[in-house]
Every structure is written in C-alpha cells, then in structure tokens.
C-alpha cells in the first residue's frame, strides 16, 4: 500500500525532472497507448535513477513491473492479432 501512495508523488516529481513532451504520452484507450506510456514511464525511472532522485531498489523494482506489464500487454496484442 506504501508504493501505490508513492506512485503519484512520483509521476509528479519524475515529469518535472526529465522535461516531458506532451507527445510522449498517450490517452488513448488502447493497448498500444498504453505500451506507449509504459515505455515513457521507463525512460522517467531511468532518468530518475540516473540522476539519483531515485535509489537503486526501489528503481530496480519499478523496472521489473514495467516489465512485466510491457511483457503481459505485448501477449494480450498479439493474441489480439492472431485471432
């Protein structure tokens, strides 16, 4: 529960810091959108991690669930595709 309270101060904090562009994020309610934005979100930890904003677990745990996700999204597109 104490990371999910963590998420928005951190979204918040991060598109500060690493100069988004609007472009870079997707509201489209699609997975493809969503993969987008997952891959944006990636790029913050990663700058947040490099310019130690972010400590070095709590990062390595916001890459692997990214992860996870991109992988689980990616299989939900392709089922999508093969039926």
């Not at 309270?5 to 870079?24: A, G, M, R, V």
């Not at 913050?44 to 992988?71: C, G, Q, R």
């Amino acid at each position: 529960m104490k990371k999910l309270l963590l998420i928005p101060l951190f979204l918040i904090t991060t598109s500060q810091t690493s100069n988004t562009n609007p472009h870079d994020i997707n509201d489209r309610p699609s997975v493809e959108g969503a993969l987008k934005n997952l891959h944006e979100l990636n790029r913050w930890i990663s700058y947040d991690y490099h310019h130690k904003i972010l400590e070095e677990e709590p990062a390595s745990n916001y890459f692997s669930l990214v992860k996870i996700i991109i992988t689980q999204l990616d299989s939900v597109e392709n089922e999508k595709k093969t039926n």
